[in-house]
């Protein structure tokens, strides 16, 4: 990673947050933004659309670690979050609301740069997976939908799967549109008039 990141750190232990600010400086990062107030919290985020977050708890309660989770939840970011105690239960919740890196009383300089690195990397391979299911999922409902389409076609014009298939092919040739978004019209019209 370069130098050229936007980090956000929040902290409201303002010798806590130095500590990882000259960690991530010394790792070359410039730009480095602390927080140190709880308060609008995603809306400074928002704001400052950082490019990776580090969120510094020192001793959490459970409402504490409950919105830190909820940020991370609705950040679509790597994010490391350091604690200095922690149980069975909020390392679940954490890894459940997408922190890359959760590192138990481990707030050392030298080591802020590898825990940022390590987020980094698995946000990255954590995102192309979301990817990856979002594209299968999508694959399975067009497949889905041009199987009803096919259906339709086979029982309203008494056409064999194949025949109904190059029917959807050539109307989509024909129409300059893709055969899905043509197997989804028809299953659209078919659904209006109650076929």
Do not use: C, W
Not at 109 to 132: Q, Y
Not at 170 to 183: G, T, Y
Request: glycine letters at 6%; aromatic letters at 4%; a neutral charge.
């Amino acid at each position: 990673m370069s130098g050229g990141l936007s980090i956000l750190v929040i902290d409201d232990n303002k010798i806590r947050a130095s500590i990882i600010e000259q960690g991530l400086r010394d790792a070359g990062h410039d730009r480095v933004i602390l927080v140190h107030r709880m308060d609008g919290l995603m809306r400074r985020i928002a704001d400052i659309n950082p490019d990776v977050i580090v969120i510094d708890l020192e001793n959490p309660n459970r409402d504490q670690l409950e919105h830190m989770f909820q940020v991370s939840r609705a950040v679509r970011r790597p994010i490391a979050m350091f604690v200095d105690k922690s149980d069975r239960h909020s390392i679940e919740e954490a890894v459940d609301a997408g922190v890359s890196a959760y590192v138990v009383d481990g707030l050392k300089r030298e080591r802020v740069k590898p825990i940022l690195d390590m987020a980094i990397s698995r946000f990255r391979a954590f995102s192309k997976l979301a990817e990856e299911l979002e594209e299968a999922r999508n694959e399975l409902a067009d497949r889905k939908t041009l199987d009803r389409a096919k259906g339709i076609l086979m029982k309203s014009k008494g056409l064999s799967e194949q025949e109904a298939y190059d029917l959807l092919r050539r109307s989509a040739m024909n129409q300059s549109r893709k055969i899905i978004e043509v197997a989804r019209s028809l299953v659209i019209a078919s659904g209006l008039l109650g076929d």
